[in-house]
């Protein structure tokens, strides 16, 4: 299940978002090609990434901040930017250019705070912007939780885009962190997901002053969960369909 996109339409330039992503997208690029073999980069991650048994000594504290803008591999960097795109541009929005770019950071730290208390002595450093956009994802079902969000479902050979309301979306999300984080030992490295659910967690608590601002339950009766203003209509995107019962084939030889 992928997002793709959201049908809430932002009111202004998405200034901070663009930057945040200029910086992770940049960064990779230079410390991914600037150090010799992987040994070279083994210390660049050392030096900028978030060990929680370092924090818990008191070691290398700006870690908290330099972590958030450094990624495992294209991959890691490109879900986490699609999910910033998506989610952010509407936080950023109703928060203005500054506040965000704090709230941003704030969630960012207070995720890898969340991970180091799960594993307080564990040598496996942590790396990437995902509890900072947990946090952006968090706020964004506070204020906006019946936006609609068109997902990919992907099922072996069956492909649909389907519109969903945000709180199914990012509440199925939510809760796979906390299964996955109750199943896995972060003590051996993958997937952190107790910092994504304690960066979504304070996100949604960073955000409740907005709410309230807006006029708290009064502001979900009067847009009934949508975002206050229309929705972006997309044209109908198709997806090719997989036959299920493909035509018979020639034997041949065996590939990869």
Do not use: C
Request: hydrophobic share 50%; net charge positive; aromatic share 12%.
């Amino acid at each position: 299940m992928f997002p793709l996109r959201d049908h809430n339409p932002s009111g202004r330039t998405p200034y901070v978002v663009y930057l945040l992503m200029a910086a992770n997208i940049l960064g990779y690029l230079w410390y991914s090609t600037s150090f010799p073999g992987d040994r070279g980069l083994a210390m660049f991650y050392g030096a900028f990434a978030a060990v929680p048994r370092e924090i818990m000594s008191g070691e290398a504290p700006l870690t908290l901040l330099t972590s958030m803008f450094i990624h495992g591999g294209v991959m890691h960097l490109a879900g986490n930017m699609l999910f910033l795109w998506i989610f952010g541009d509407n936080m950023e929005d109703e928060m203005g250019h500054l506040p965000f770019l704090l709230f941003y950071l704030v969630s960012g730290v207070g995720a890898t705070l969340a991970h180091v208390v799960s594993a307080p002595m564990s040598p496996v450093p942590l790396v990437g912007a995902s509890g900072a956009i947990a946090g952006v994802m968090g706020g964004y079902l506070l204020l906006f939780p019946k936006a609609r969000v068109d997902i990919l479902i992907i099922l072996i050979v069956f492909f649909r885009i389907i519109p969903v309301p945000a709180f199914v979306m990012l509440g199925l999300w939510l809760g796979m962190q906390f299964l996955g984080g109750l199943n896995a030992d972060p003590n051996l490295g993958g997937v952190a997901y107790w910092a994504h659910a304690g960066g979504f967690l304070i996100g949604l608590a960073l955000t409740l002053p907005l709410w309230l601002k807006r006029g708290g339950p009064r502001f979900w009766t009067r847009t009934a969960g949508h975002p206050p203003h229309p929705e972006t209509r997309y044209s109908v995107t198709r997806v090719p369909r997989v036959p299920r019962h493909p035509p018979a084939r020639r034997p041949g030889p065996w590939g990869k």
